[in-house]
T-cell receptor, first 112, second 113 residues
Framework: QKEVEQDPGPLSVPEGAIVSLNCTYSNSAFQYFMWYRQYSRKGPELLMYTYSSGNKEDGRFTAQVDKSSKYISLFIRDSQPSDSATYLCAMSAVGANSKLTFGKGITLSVRP | DSGVTQTPKHLITATGQRVTLRCSPRSGDLSVYWYQQSLDQGLQFLIQYYNGEERAKGNILERFSAQQFPDLHSELNLSSLELGDSALYFC????????????FGSGTRLTVV
């Protein structure tokens, strides 16, 4: 079993839809949870970051972490064609040498 | 522009060859991380350097090596290349050892033929 599992997609939605992206993980040591967005031919860029459990909102984006279920989600409200990209979840444990472990990513397409 | 510079952007080479990928971190960042991204494996952590010293090692093959120089730029050396080494190689940087908030470069696309 991989440490981080992400819905494989791809996902296609109409403009204005609410998008829900999810990851599950197996390592209970993970405390830092991130979502990265990667446009074609670009490197991943940090979108949202959450420490431990809870919700975090930033504009149209909401990140949720449920550590009891080992489940994290990213919600995108009022999705726009410019949101079309690959979304990767990433996690790490506490510790200075703790690397980021990424999900494989899901490609989202928002249709105008 | 993220501030992390990777060169070259594209590289095509033959099996058995050796290549060097270069990364200049964002100004002021001391940590450099190397990741490999392939379609079937996703983003895999290779190695981390902090202020010139190796800090963490991931799934890095023995044929691969890296170093971070006094000016903080880093090089990833890939030798005895195989077809399966074809992938995107990303460098990321951060100010210090951190659990989040890496800034990634645009990557080097390596094709081994």
């Amino acid at each position: 079993q991989k440490e981080v599992e992400q819905d494989p997609g791809p996902l296609s939605v109409p403009e204005g839809a609410i998008v829900s992206l999810n990851c599950t993980y197996s390592n209970s040591a993970f405390q830092y949870f991130m979502w990265y967005r990667q446009y074609s031919r670009k490197g991943p860029e940090l979108l949202m970051y959450t420490y431990s459990s809870g919700n975090k909102e930033d504009g149209r984006f909401t990140a949720q972490v449920d550590k009891s279920s080992k489940y994290i989600s990213l919600f995108i409200r009022d999705s726009q064609p410019s949101d079309s990209a690959t979304y990767l979840c990433a996690m790490s444990a506490v510790g200075a040498n703790s690397k980021l472990t990424f999900g494989k990513g899901i490609t989202l397409s928002v249709r105008p | 522009d993220s501030g992390v510079t990777q060169t070259p952007k594209h590289l095509i080479t033959a099996t058995g060859q050796r290549v060097t990928l270069r990364c200049s971190p964002r100004s002021g960042d001391l940590s450099v991380y190397w990741y490999q991204q392939s379609l079937d494996q996703g983003l895999q952590f290779l190695i981390q350097y902090y202020n010139g010293e190796e800090r963490a090692k991931g799934n890095i093959l023995e044929r691969f090596s890296a170093q971070q120089f006094p000016d903080l730029h880093s090089e990833l050396n890939l030798s005895s290349l195989e077809l399966g080494d074809s992938a995107l190689y990303f460098c990321a940087s951060s100010f210090r050892d951190t659990n989040y908030g890496y800034t990634f470069g645009s990557g080097t696309r390596l094709t081994v033929v």
